[in-house]
C-alpha cells in the first residue's frame, strides 16, 4: 500500500473549491514533484493533504505504517518567523514535539536526534545563533532539520528555494535528494519545472482547477 | 453618601468666592510640634499615593479604625452645613490623579468659629482620634490644630 | 526632603502598612506572570489584546456593577468572579478568530476594546458607585490605588498570588507548546500538535494575565505592562528562553522599582510611574543592543 494516497480529492476555501479531483499516491521513496502555475492551488492541495484544511470531497489515505502525525512540513516563511527570537537550536528542537505528548521537556533521545539532524544539515555551528539573523538559505536548512525532527518517512516541502539565491537553491535540492536517497519520501511543490524534472521521480502537475498530469517524470512532456 | 455629594457640588460652587470672614484675629493654635507621639496610622510620613490608597482602605472598613489616633495633614476647609444650623471643620487631602479628598474632623473642647480656627486654606496638621458619627461617616476628633508653616 | 528621609518614610511604610507590604508581593506576583506572555503576544501580532482585554474588562465590572447595585449587593472588588469568565470567553473568542483571519481579528479587536471601554465609562456615569467619578474612574483605567487597597483584603491578595503561580506553573508545563504555535502554528498542527487546544489554553492564561494587570496598572495601561518587558529583553537577547527569563527579570524590577518610587515621592501614581520605569529601562537596553550590534 502506498504511503500517501489521494483518491478524487477536491480542496477549496469558504466553499470555493479550488483544485478538483485529484488522484495520486507516493509509495515508500518517491519523490513528487507538484508543478503548475502560481494560484493553481498547490498550496491549498498541500494544506489539505496536511489536514491544515478539511478536504471538500475525495479521501486522503495513509498507508504502509504511516500515521498522519509522521509527516514532516516545511512551510514557506510567515512574517511571524522573520524576526521572532529564537536560537536555532529551538527551533530545530520544536520538531520532535510531537512526540512529547503531554510531557513538558523534551528527553534526551529528542535532543540527540535534533543534534544530529543539525549535524546532517550542516547547521551545527549555528545552533546558538539567533534564527532571524541568519541568511535565507541557512534558515530554510534549520526548517529543514526541523522537519525531519518531526520524522523521517515523508516530507512535505512548499516551495523549499522561494527566494534563495542560485548557489542556495542549488545546494537545497541536492540536501532533499540526499534526503529521498536515504529513504525519506519526498512530496515538494515548486514552480522551478527544470529542477523539478531534473530530480523527481513523479510529476503532478495542476492547472485549470485540476490535474494536468500525474505519472513519472520521464513520461512527463513539459 | 449625599453629604459628600452635596458637599463635592459645594466645593466647586465656592472656588470662586469666600464665605471667610477674614478674621483679623489669629487663631489660637497649640504649636506643639516637638513631641512626636507614637500614632497608629501617621499620614505626614506616607507619600501622596500611599496616603490616597490608606484614606480608601480606611473609607471601606471604618469599624476597624475607630479609636486609632491619626496624624494628617491637608488645607483647611469649613462649610456651613444649613441643616444644623452650624459649621463643619474639613481639611482637603490631596492625592494623586487630582482626585482630592475631604475628611471632616471634630476640634474638642469649645471654640468658637471663625475667632479660634485658623483662616481657610490654611496647610495644618491634626493629630487625633478617627470615629464614626451616628449617621455613620467618619471623622477625626483632634485636641489641637497643628500650623504648618 | 532629603533622600534619607524619604528612605525612612519608605521603611516607615512597609514597617507599619500591612496593606503596603501585601501590594507589594501582589505586585511582584503579577509582573511575573504577565511578562511571561508579552514574547509570545507581541510575535504574534496580539500586542494589543491586552488593551482589548482589558476594556471588556473594564465595561463588564462597570456593567456588572450597576447590575449589583440595582439588586442591592455586593461591594465592586468582589466582582473579580463575574471579571475573568466573562474576560476568559471574550479571550478565547478573540484568539481563535486569530490568524488564519487577521483582519477580521484586528477589527473584531477594535470594536470589542473600544464599544466596552465607551460603555463601561458611560455606566460609569449613570450609575455612579460614589460621588466622587473622577477618582473611581481614575483607579480602574490608571491604577492610581488599586493595588495598594488590594493589599488590604488577604483573600484578595492570597487570590492573586495564587492566580499568578499558577499561571507561571502552567506556562513553564506548556513552554515548549506555546513556542511551537507562537513560531509556526502550521507546522505545529501539520506534524500532529492539537494547536487548538494550546491555543486556547492560551487565551485563557492571557485573560487572567490581563485581569490581574488590571489590579496593578489599571486597564488603560495592560498592554504596557504585558508587552514592554518581553520587548526590552527582545533588544539584547537572541533565544526564545533567554528573552523569557529575561522579560520577567526586567518586569519584575520595574514594578518594584515603581511601587517604591510612588511610596517615596508625591504625586506618582502608581499605574503609570510603573510604565513609565518600563520605558526608561526599555531605552537603556536598546541603546546596549545597538552596541552590542555593532562592536
Keep these: 500500500m502506498a504511503q500517501?494516497?489521494?483518491?478524487?480529492?477536491?480542496?477549496?476555501?469558504?466553499?470555493?473549491?479550488?483544485?478538483?479531483?485529484?488522484?495520486?499516491?507516493?509509495?515508500?521513496?518517491d519523490y513528487l514533484c507538484i508543478v503548475g502555475e502560481n494560484g493553481s492551488g498547490k498550496s491549498t492541495l498541500m494544506k489539505t493533504l496536511l489536514r491544515l484544511k478539511s478536504p471538500m470531497s475525495g479521501k486522503i489515505e495513509a498507508g504502509d505504517g504511516l500515521h498522519l502525525n509522521e509527516i514532516g512540513y516545511l512551510p514557506q516563511q510567515t512574517v511571524i518567523q522573520k524576526d521572532f527570537p529564537a536560537s536555532v537550536r529551538e527551533v530545530v528542537l520544536s520538531g520532535c514535539l510531537n512526540g512529547c505528548g503531554l510531557r513538558p521537556f523534551y528527553n534526551r533521545k529528542e535532543k540527540k536526534l535534533a543534534a544530529e539532524n543539525m549535524e546532517k544539515l550542516g547547521i551545527t555551528n549555528l545552533a546558538k545563533r539567533c534564527y532571524r539573523e541568519l541568511s535565507g538559505g541557512q534558515?530554510?536548512?534549520?526548517?529543514?532539520?526541523?522537519?525531519?525532527?518531526?520524522?523521517?518517512?515523508?516530507?512535505?516541502?512548499?516551495?523549499?528555494?522561494?527566494?534563495?539565491?542560485?548557489?542556495?537553491?542549488?545546494?537545497?535540492?541536492?540536501?532533499?535528494?540526499?534526503?529521498?536517497?536515504?529513504?525519506?519520501?519526498?512530496?515538494?511543490?515548486?514552480?522551478?519545472?527544470?529542477?523539478?524534472?531534473?530530480?523527481?521521480?513523479?510529476i503532478l502537475h495542476i492547472g485549470g482547477q485540476t490535474m494536468q498530469f500525474y505519472g513519472e517524470v520521464a513520461k512527463y512532456e513539459l | 453618601m449625599k453629604k459628600i455629594l452635596a458637599l463635592f457640588l459645594c466645593l466647586m460652587l465656592i472656588s470662586g468666592c469666600t464665605e471667610n470672614g477674614g478674621s483679623e484675629n489669629p487663631?489660637?493654635?497649640?504649636?506643639?510640634?516637638?513631641?512626636?507621639?507614637?500614632?497608629?496610622?501617621?499620614?505626614?510620613?506616607?507619600?501622596?499615593?500611599?496616603?490616597?490608597?490608606?484614606?480608601?482602605?480606611?473609607?471601606?472598613?471604618?469599624?476597624?479604625?475607630?479609636?486609632?489616633?491619626?496624624?494628617?495633614?491637608?488645607?483647611?476647609?469649613?462649610?456651613?452645613?444649613?441643616?444644623?444650623?452650624?459649621?463643619?471643620?474639613?481639611?482637603?487631602?490631596?492625592?494623586?490623579?487630582?482626585?482630592?479628598?475631604?475628611?471632616?474632623?471634630?476640634?474638642?473642647?469649645?471654640?468658637?468659629?471663625?475667632?479660634?480656627?485658623?483662616?481657610?486654606?490654611?496647610?495644618?496638621?491634626?493629630?487625633?482620634?478617627?470615629?464614626?458619627?451616628?449617621?455613620?461617616?467618619?471623622y477625626l476628633a483632634v485636641d489641637d490644630i497643628v500650623i504648618v508653616a | 526632603m532629603s533622600f534619607n528621609e524619604r528612605l525612612d518614610q519608605l521603611v516607615y511604610l512597609f514597617q507599619n502598612f500591612a496593606f503596603a507590604r501585601y501590594a507589594l508581593i501582589v505586585g511582584v506576583a503579577i509582573a511575573f506572570c504577565s511578562s511571561l506572555l508579552g514574547v509570545t503576544l507581541v510575535l504574534k501580532r496580539l500586542s494589543f489584546i491586552g488593551s482589548g482585554l482589558s476594556h471588556v474588562s473594564f465595561g463588564s465590572t462597570t456593567i456588572v456593577a450597576a447590575v449589583a447595585m440595582g439588586i442591592g449587593v455586593e461591594n465592586f472588588q468582589n466582582n473579580i468572579f463575574w471579571v475573568l469568565p466573562i474576560t476568559i470567553l471574550c479571550s478565547i473568542w478573540l484568539l481563535l478568530s486569530g490568524p488564519h483571519s487577521k483582519i477580521k481579528g484586528d477589527s473584531a479587536l477594535a470594536m470589542l476594546s473600544v464599544g466596552t471601554l465607551a460603555i463601561g465609562y458611560l455606566f460609569m456615569n449613570i450609575?455612579?458607585?460614589?460621588?466622587?467619578?473622577?477618582?473611581?474612574?481614575?483607579?480602574?483605567?490608571?491604577?492610581?490605588?488599586?493595588?495598594?487597597?488590594?493589599?488590604?483584603?488577604?483573600?484578595?491578595?492570597?487570590?492573586?498570588?495564587?492566580?499568578?503561580?499558577?499561571?507561571?506553573?502552567?506556562?513553564?508545563?506548556?513552554?515548549?507548546?506555546?513556542?511551537?504555535?507562537?513560531?509556526?502554528?502550521?507546522?505545529?498542527?501539520?506534524?500532529?500538535?492539537?494547536?487548538?487546544?494550546?491555543?486556547?489554553?492560551?487565551?485563557?492564561?492571557?485573560?487572567?494575565?490581563?485581569?490581574?494587570?488590571?489590579?496593578?496598572?489599571?486597564?488603560?495601561?495592560?498592554?504596557?505592562?504585558?508587552?514592554?518587558?518581553?520587548?526590552?529583553?527582545?533588544?539584547?537577547?537572541?533565544?526564545?528562553?533567554?528573552?523569557?527569563?529575561?522579560?520577567?527579570?526586567?518586569?519584575?524590577?520595574?514594578?518594584?522599582?515603581?511601587?517604591?518610587?510612588?511610596?517615596?515621592?508625591?504625586?506618582?501614581?502608581?499605574?503609570?510611574?510603573?510604565?513609565?520605569?518600563?520605558i526608561a529601562v526599555f531605552a537603556v537596553f536598546s541603546i546596549i543592543g545597538l552596541v552590542l550590534r555593532r562592536g
Design chain 3, 127 to 278: 450609575f455612579p458607585r460614589s460621588a466622587n467619578l473622577a477618582a473611581d474612574v481614575c483607579t480602574v483605567l490608571f491604577g492610581s490605588t488599586a493595588i495598594l487597597t488590594l493589599g488590604s483584603k488577604t483573600w484578595m491578595v492570597w487570590l492573586c498570588v495564587g492566580l499568578s503561580v499558577a499561571v507561571s506553573v502552567v506556562f513553564v508545563l506548556f513552554y515548549n507548546k506555546i513556542f511551537a504555535i507562537t513560531f509556526d502554528e502550521d507546522f505545529a498542527a501539520a506534524t500532529g500538535i492539537k494547536a487548538k487546544v494550546y491555543n486556547m489554553i492560551l487565551a485563557v492564561i492571557i485573560a487572567v494575565i490581563i485581569v490581574l494587570a488590571m489590579n496593578l496598572v489599571g486597564a488603560l495601561l495592560v498592554s504596557a505592562l504585558v508587552v514592554f518587558p518581553a520587548l526590552t529583553a527582545m533588544r539584547v537577547f537572541k533565544s526564545f528562553r533567554a528573552v523569557t527569563i529575561c522579560s520577567v527579570i526586567v518586569s519584575v524590577v520595574c514594578s518594584t522599582f515603581g511601587i517604591l518610587l510612588s511610596a517615596m515621592y508625591d504625586n506618582l501614581p502608581l499605574g503609570s510611574v510603573i510604565v513609565a520605569v518600563n
Design chain 1, 139 to 202: 534558515q530554510q536548512r534549520t526548517l529543514l532539520a526541523r522537519a525531519l525532527c518531526a520524522t523521517r518517512k515523508i516530507l512535505l516541502l512548499d516551495e523549499p528555494t522561494a527566494g534563495l539565491d542560485p548557489v542556495a537553491t542549488a545546494e537545497m535540492y541536492d540536501l532533499i535528494a540526499e534526503l529521498n536517497k536515504s529513504g525519506t519520501s519526498i512530496i515538494m511543490i515548486s514552480h522551478d519545472i527544470a529542477n523539478a524534472v531534473k530530480y523527481a521521480s513523479h
Design chain 1, 4 to 29: 500517501l494516497t489521494c483518491s478524487k480529492l477536491t480542496a477549496g476555501y469558504e466553499g470555493k473549491a479550488v483544485v478538483k479531483n485529484i488522484s495520486f499516491a507516493v509509495n515508500a521513496g
Design chain 2, 27 to 138: 487663631p489660637e493654635v497649640d504649636a506643639d510640634m516637638s513631641v512626636d507621639v507614637d500614632v497608629d496610622v501617621d499620614f505626614t510620613k506616607l507619600s501622596s499615593t500611599m496616603v490616597s490608597a490608606q484614606m480608601d482602605i480606611i473609607m471601606q472598613n471604618m469599624q476597624a479604625y475607630v479609636g486609632q489616633t491619626m496624624k494628617i495633614r491637608g488645607n483647611y476647609y469649613p462649610l456651613f452645613w444649613e441643616v444644623n444650623n452650624e459649621f463643619l471643620h474639613f481639611i482637603i487631602i490631596e492625592c494623586s490623579s487630582g482626585c482630592d479628598k475631604l475628611f471632616e474632623f471634630v476640634w474638642n473642647g469649645e471654640h468658637i468659629y471663625p475667632d479660634d480656627y485658623p483662616p481657610e486654606g490654611t496647610f495644618i496638621e491634626l493629630p487625633g482620634v478617627f470615629g464614626v458619627d451616628e449617621e455613620g461617616f467618619p
